[in-house]
C-alpha cells in the first residue's frame, strides 16, 4: 500500500507558474511508475503526465507539452508537477496517482493510488 499527500495547490494569474509536490508513504517508491490527472468543476477527470520509475521516461497531455514538467525524487519519496505559463484552463483539482504494473496510463483505472487532489485556481 502506498498513500499519497498532494500540496503546493493555490491561485495564480495567467502566465504564471506553480509547482505541486505528492509526498508517498513507504520504503518502496521507486517501484511505483507515478502520474498526475486533474479535474475541473463539471468535467471528466484527465490525464496530465505520467513518469515511469527511475524518471527516465515521461509524457504529457498534448495541451501541456511544454508547459509543464513532471519529475520524482527517489530519496525524498516524492513526485513533482512544475507548471509554467499557466492559462484559465487549466484550473482545476489536481490528483497524484501511483501503480506498480503500467501499461496503459491515460485513463484513470489504470492507476491503483490516488491522493486527495489539490486545488489549482489560474486567473485571467
Known amino acids: 500500500q502506498v498513500q499519497l499527500v498532494e500540496s503546493g495547490g493555490g491561485l495564480v494569474q495567467a502566465g504564471g507558474s506553480l509547482r505541486l509536490s505528492c509526498a508517498a508513504s513507504?520504503?518502496?517508491?521507486?517501484?511505483?511508475?507515478m502520474g498526475w490527472f486533474r479535474q475541473a468543476p463539471g468535467k471528466e477527470r484527465e490525464f496530465v503526465a505520467r513518469?515511469?520509475?527511475?524518471?527516465?521516461?515521461?509524457d504529457y497531455k498534448d495541451s501541456v507539452k511544454g508547459r509543464f514538467t513532471i519529475s520524482r525524487d527517489n530519496v525524498k519519496n516524492t513526485v513533482y508537477l512544475q507548471m509554467n505559463s499557466l492559462k484559465p484552463e487549466d484550473t482545476a483539482v489536481y490528483y497524484c496517482?501511483?501503480?506498480?504494473?503500467?501499461?496503459?496510463?491515460?485513463?484513470?483505472?489504470?492507476?491503483?493510488?490516488w491522493g486527495q487532489g489539490t486545488q489549482v485556481t489560474v486567473s485571467s
Open positions: 513507504g520504503r518502496t517508491f521507486s517501484s511505483y511508475a
Open positions: 496517482v501511483a501503480v506498480q504494473t503500467l501499461a496503459v496510463y491515460r485513463t484513470p483505472p489504470a492507476w491503483e493510488y
Open positions: 513518469i515511469n520509475r527511475s524518471g527516465g521516461s515521461t
